[in-house]
């Protein structure tokens, strides 16, 4: 009988065995609440949408005049891999040549592995490097606005403002703890590099029990555990900021606010007091003020703002309320009404961003480095914020805006991906469809077909986790997991390392790319790092073949002692912020002399961008799209779990009852969802769970066009990024705002067309390959 081997994955730690051709997965056994995605992994070893042979579009090997506009809608033609290899080789050693790195964008987004070594991300930015650069992305499509404006107020982003407040401070302090978007629970299952323990619930519970009061603020009411027994201040999507206006005039009209912790610790405060209490504009931020736009009641938010004084109060922002219009400024305000509280770096209390969005977030750091692949050097200085992709590619050489730099977009003639789906993250498909359509070439690593392997010109199969060796760890667990191999490659499935391994030979750089170690032996050289630091500690130090049989290694942890937050607190002096001042900027001169309408130098309140055509009369409804809870983005849609969670073989979409009364529309309707941009179709869910004027539908389906040839194709399998608004956040960051727009809902009459994009590829035959 084949014995059951150690693995893990974003969404936790396993066991498995493959037998009689089955896979079968195994929570670890200290797991309290393992997570369901792992009923996404049996489909792995099977499923017919795996690419199991290196294709390549029919149009780019016929070299036809335009055929970069069949791109989604083409043929493809398998190939060996030794034609695909030389292939790829050619086309890079062409555009390298002719039009230089500056040319060639190097696309990944570093959740297709758990593992420290064979992570795409990792592996192509290597690889690309040492064959002279490439243009890169910054930030993340979960939490662009964040990254950038928390260093002007705090310091380095990840630091501060995730890495002082733990679940255990929560359990033992807290009192009040006011979640501006919520903690979603299903978005605490994941972290990249693993999260071998899922104790959210246990922590809240624990807090709730010893007495704890928990707010949520947000449209969706299961936005939060039901362990925390949260109250519901069901708010308009969008008008966070000015409820933490209100909430901080309340503060000061009536003397709550510490004055002494905002002169010693922050700048800026009189500059956004000014605003504030409409000395500056004429206007006052007052609970009427704030009532009108988030409609909330003006004595819920006075009651809720005095029992925020009293309490020992932590403020959490999650990652949604960024990923839209003015992003930056819930995330600022969230800080600056923390600040008034003066709590910030009290046990339990202050502020914490994204507290709830990652799974390890909250938890005690580790104490020792983890295993990192190194990257060499890219010498190309161009990039773009990773949300303005379709930007770039449609629009080479235009100016715009980021972070207080003039800047120009690459022209870029070669996209190499591996790791990722743009066509998961990104916003306005359409859009991206037909920015798609530029590239001379786009190369693409990937192990299924997704509608974003289906718009390249080579695609190269890749294996996944499950079908090669690794180490799962991450900076926030503390277990170390050896991933083994459970299932042989499906078809002719290359691991990443492997593929570009064979380029690099091609360029005469193999032994540059491999260093002459084989995969085992990389293993092993990266645990090294680890383990001299736990020899250096005095920790329990197995070398890595002892580590490799055993399976797991437990890792030390840093105390837990409020962190970065409380050091500054106990003295600003001698543990200053990294920030121009050494303290909290309520207000930043830097950001300020950037001169942007769209971002001033302190927090304030920004209405929603209108678009023409888009008014709120044609378009009523808000559209919140969030997180799945059956999968992690777009990862194994064909999953079993996922695949569970559909209606009709589509994504399902909530909709309030009065909503749904009002357009005719019953549970399981099939319904159609529709704004300027395009449409999709979903199936409906009557639910009191989702504010009127309000549905939500999660991100992840894959995109499948009912015509792949159209310019403007409607989504038939229920992607709501069909829908979404391609725009950034503001000149400041240029994030993604793709958590929410405008639509109209209607039910959708007639028989709906059929859901094929999760069963596989066929292919066509070219003399030139045979």
């Known amino acids: 009988m084949t014995v059951f081997k150690t693995h893990s994955s974003h969404w936790g730690a396993f066991s498995g065995r493959y037998e009689n051709g089955k896979l079968e997965i195994r929570p670890h056994p200290d797991d309290p609440h393992p997570s369901p995605l792992l009923g996404n992994l049996p489909a792995i070893a099977d499923s017919p949408v795996r690419i199991r042979r290196p294709a ?29 290899l030389d292939l790829v080789a050619k086309e890079l050693r062409r555009v390298y040549g002719t039009h230089g790195p500056q040319a060639v964008f190097g696309g990944s987004y570093g959740w297709a592995s758990a593992g420290r070594f064979h992570h795409a991300q990792s592996q192509v930015h290597r690889f690309l490097n040492l064959l002279g650069g490439y243009v890169r992305s910054v930030n993340t499509y979960s939490s662009g606005a964040a990254m950038v404006i928390i260093p002007h107020v705090l310091g380095p982003y990840d630091h501060f403002e995730r890495k002082s407040v733990t679940w255990d401070a929560i359990e033992r302090s807290s009192e009040l703890v006011v979640a501006f978007g919520g903690m979603a629970i299903k978005n605490a299952d994941v972290h990249g590099g693993g999260n071998s323990q899922h104790i959210v619930r246990d922590k ?74 409409g000395r500056s504009d004429g206007l006052q931020k007052n609970p009427e003020w704030a009532s009108g736009i ?73 104490s020792v480095p983890l295993p990192t692949l190194g990257q060499f050097h890219n010498p190309v200085p161009d990039f773009i914020p990773v949300a303005r992709i ?26 190499y991906w591996a790791g990722g789906n743009p066509f998961h993250h990104h916003q306005d498909l359409n859009r991206l469809r037909a920015a798609f359509k530029r590239p001379e070439t786009i190369i693409m690593h990937e192990t299924a077909w997704t509608a ?34 459970l299932i042989e490659p499906v078809g002719e499935a290359h691991d990443d390392y492997d593929i570009f391994a064979e380029i690099a030979r091609r360029f005469g750089k193999f032994e540059a790319f491999t260093e002459n170690r084989t995969r085992k032996e990389w293993l092993a050289f990266l645990f090294k790092r ?43 002096l001698a543990s200053p912020l990294p920030t121009p001042s050494g303290k909290i900027e309520i207000f930043s001169q830097t950001v300020e002399s950037f001169g942007y309408d769209d971002c001033r130098g302190h927090p304030q309140w920004y209405p929603p961008r209108t678009e ?115 725009i950034g ?36 035959t070219d003399n030139r390959t045979t």
């Open 452 to 485: 974003s392997a289906r718009h390249a010109d080579i695609v190269l199969p890749a294996t996944t986790t499950l079908e090669r060796d690794d180490i799962g760890a991450s900076g926030g667990d503390p277990l170390m997991v050896a991933m083994k191999k």
């Open 390 to 415: 379709a930007d770039m590619l449609l629009n080479p050489g235009d100016a715009f805006h980021y972070n207080g730099r003039a800047m120009r977009y690459p022209d870029i003639r070669l996209v």
């Open 612 to 726: 023409e055509g888009a008014d709120e009369s044609r378009y009523p409804l808000h559209l919140v799209s969030n997180q799945p809870h059956s999968r992690l983005h777009s990862q194994l849609d064909y999953g079993g779990f996922s695949r569970s969670t559909k209606i009709k073989d589509r994504e399902p979409v909530r909709i309030n009852p009065q909503d749904a009364a009002e357009r005719g529309i019953s549970d399981g309707d099939i319904v159609r969802l529709f704004n300027t941009r395009g449409s999709c179709l979903a199936a409906a869910v009557i639910s009191d769970g989702v504010r009127r004027g309000v549905m939500q539908l999660a991100t992840g389906a894959w995109f499948e066009p009912d015509d792949a040839r159209a310019d403007t194709a409607m989504c038939i399998h229920g992607n709501p990024n069909i829908l979404t608004r391609d």
């Open 56 to 84: 390549i579009r029919r149009g780019w090997l016929e070299g036809a005049p335009g055929n970069a506009r069949d791109r989604g809608a083409d043929d493809y033609v398998e190939v060996s891999w030794p034609q695909a």
């Open 729 to 764: 956040t503001s000149r400041l960051a240029q994030a993604s705002t793709g958590q929410l727009t405008r639509v109209e809902v209607e039910r959708f009459n007639g028989e709906p067309p059929p859901v094929r994009v999760l069963e596989g590829m066929t292919f066509v």
């Open 530 to 572: 680890t383990h001299e630091a736990l020899v250096a500690g005095g920790h329990e130090a197995p070398d890595f073949e002892a580590f490799w049989e055993r399976g797991e290694l437990h890792l030390p942890l840093q105390p837990d002692d409020g962190g970065p937050a409380r050091a500054f607190r106990d003295d600003p």
């Open 204 to 277: 809240l519970n624990g807090a709730s029990e010893r007495g704890a009061r928990f707010v949520l603020i947000g449209p969706l009411r299961d936005d939060f555990p039901p362990e925390a027994n949260a109250e519901w201040l069901s708010i308009i999507p969008g008008t966070d900021v000015a409820l933490m206006l209100g909430l901080a005039h309340v503060l000061v009209s009536e003397g709550l606010h510490d004055r002494g912790f905002l002169d010693r610790y922050t700048v800026g405060y009189d500059r956004f007091e000014d605003y504030l209490l």
């Open 294 to 366: 988030c409609r909330i009641g003006v004595e819920t938010i006075r009651e809720l703002a005095r029992s925020m004084a009293k309490a020992r109060t932590l403020l959490t922002v999650s990652h949604s309320l960024q990923r839209a219009d003015h992003g930056e400024q819930p995330v600022w305000m969230g800080i600056v009404l923390a600040a008034m509280l003066g709590q910030i770096g009290l046990d339990g209390g202050g502020f914490s961003y994204s507290l709830g969005a990652l799974g390890n977030t909250g938890k005690r750091q580790l």
